[in-house]
């Protein structure tokens, strides 16, 4: 018996026109930590309100195992958060997550991702959120996704504009001692459908259904 049988979320992928994202296996989820160890931001800025990147590069690389496996590890229908690797011509870049909490009721998702700093300024980011919110829109039936990036980070923004996001208010948040805002941002599913830049395919999903709170 396979385990996708025990655990269906294994046989769910995403592949656009460059990547392929999906649940990572042993030998890439220690590349993403290692990517992670190498760095995946210029230092001098913390683009996360969760500041998990000011550590030393081994603390960085445990943390992201740990995520990963903490998101296994408390998946209900109910509290979900999809970590995706991201994989272009079979290497790690990065990753991708999509999460939710009372989907079924909300049809809410929020996302996150990161890439390696060598894959920065390639469309990746763009590529690779275009791919879950297909995922929500098109396969989960999402009526909201949303982000939000500190006012200082335009390559973030930048992939929400293209993507058909509004401004939907800020935050304040203290990083690294400093009162920083944040930029909340919302698409809707009308929006969506009028800013597709990338066709993406989903298998593997209709036995997932139940694991996202759906019937």
Not at 36 to 61: K, L, N, S, Y
Not at 100 to 105: D, L, T
Not at 106 to 134: D, F, I, K, P, Y
Request: hydrophobic content about 40%.
């Amino acid at each position: 018996m396979s385990l996708t049988s025990h655990w269906p979320l294994a046989g769910l992928r995403l592949t656009t026109p460059r990547l392929e994202l999906r649940l990572p296996n042993p030998g890439e989820l220690a590349a993403l930590a290692s990517l992670a160890a190498e760095g995946v931001h210029d230092p001098a800025v913390q683009p996360f309100a969760a500041a998990w990147t000011d550590v030393e590069p081994e603390q960085r690389a445990r943390g992201v195992l740990q995520y990963h496996w903490r998101c296994w590890g408390e998946w209900r229908p109910e509290d979900w958060e999809l970590s995706l690797v991201v994989l272009r011509d079979g290497v790690v870049v990065g990753t991708q997550s999509i999460g939710a909490r009372n989907f079924a009721v909300l049809r809410e998702v929020h996302t996150g991702s990161w890439l390696g700093r060598a894959h920065h300024g390639q469309g990746l980011g763009t590529e690779m959120r275009a791919a879950v919110l297909h995922l929500a829109f098109a396969g989960l039936d999402a009526r909201h996704a949303v982000s939000g990036a500190f006012a200082d980070n335009t390559a973030s923004l930048g992939v929400s504009g293209k993507l058909g996001y509004r401004e939907d208010g800020v935050e304040h948040h203290v990083v690294r001692g400093r009162d920083v805002v944040l930029r909340r941002l919302r698409l809707t599913s009308d929006r969506w459908r009028e800013h597709r830049p990338v066709p993406v395919k989903i298998e593997g999903l209709p036995e997932c259904l139940p694991w996202f709170g759906l019937g």
